[in-house]
């Protein structure tokens, strides 16, 4: 299941660059017009619909936050569940943790334990915005499996291709990018 070229050109230019934010050197990929337009909007969900009908997946996870955005509109779309990856603290119940390097630093997220336990053997699809240092992404797809599961396939609507973060997830699983920045 292809992205057409006219389909990608009407995805890649809702996405807005912003300099210099968080930081200075960083271009951020602003999303929110993306969402904002709704023929990129169902454009791109139509396509990850089409795309993904056919896996047969279980379960959607998303990650914090903009990958709660796409992943649970494409879980309903399935017809299957969905589950959200969280920064550290911010699940109630039971979780599994994971840490990641930053740039300086460490970061956290956390699963909740039985999130995919309602179906043994569980085949999850991991979906964010963008994949960067793939860092979030790796330690997600860890959760994934020690909370049971199998993560089949990390989806991310945007692939920043200059940095190793796709080739160091391709070791883990399966990558789909839909826009890849050079
Ligand atoms: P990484 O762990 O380095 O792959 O970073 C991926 C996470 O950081 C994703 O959740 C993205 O939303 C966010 N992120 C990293 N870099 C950017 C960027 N240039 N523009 C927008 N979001 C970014």
Redesign the pocket.
């Known amino acids: 299941m292809q992205l057409s070229a006219t389909e990608r050109k009407i995805i890649e230019n809702s996405i807005r660059d912003i300099k210099d934010f968080p930081k200075p050197g ?4 602003d999303i929110t017009t993306l969402l904002n337009d709704k023929q990129a909007y169902g454009v791109l969900m139509n396509h990850l619909y089409q795309k993904y009908k056919s896996y047969n997946l279980d379960y959607v996870a998303g ?1 914090d936050a ?2 709660f955005i796409f992943g649970a509109a494409l879980a309903q779309m399935l017809g299957i569940g969905f589950v959200p990856i969280r920064k550290k603290g911010k699940l109630p119940y039971t979780t599994i943790s994971e840490k ?1 390097a930053l740039e300086y630093g460490v970061d956290e997220i956390e699963v909740h334990l039985d999130a995919f336990s309602g179906i043994q053997d569980a085949k999850v699809l991991l979906i ?10 790796n330690a997600a797809a860890k959760l994934i499996h020690q909370a049971g599961a199998t993560c089949v396939e990390a989806c991310f609507v945007i692939g ?1 291709s200059f940095l190793d ?1 796709i080739a160091t997830l391709k070791e883990t699983t399966e990558v789909y990018t839909l826009v890849e920045v050079n």
């Open positions: 960083i271009i951020f990929k990650i903009r990958g990641y964010d915005d963008l994949i960067a240092t793939g860092g979030t992404a920043l973060g």
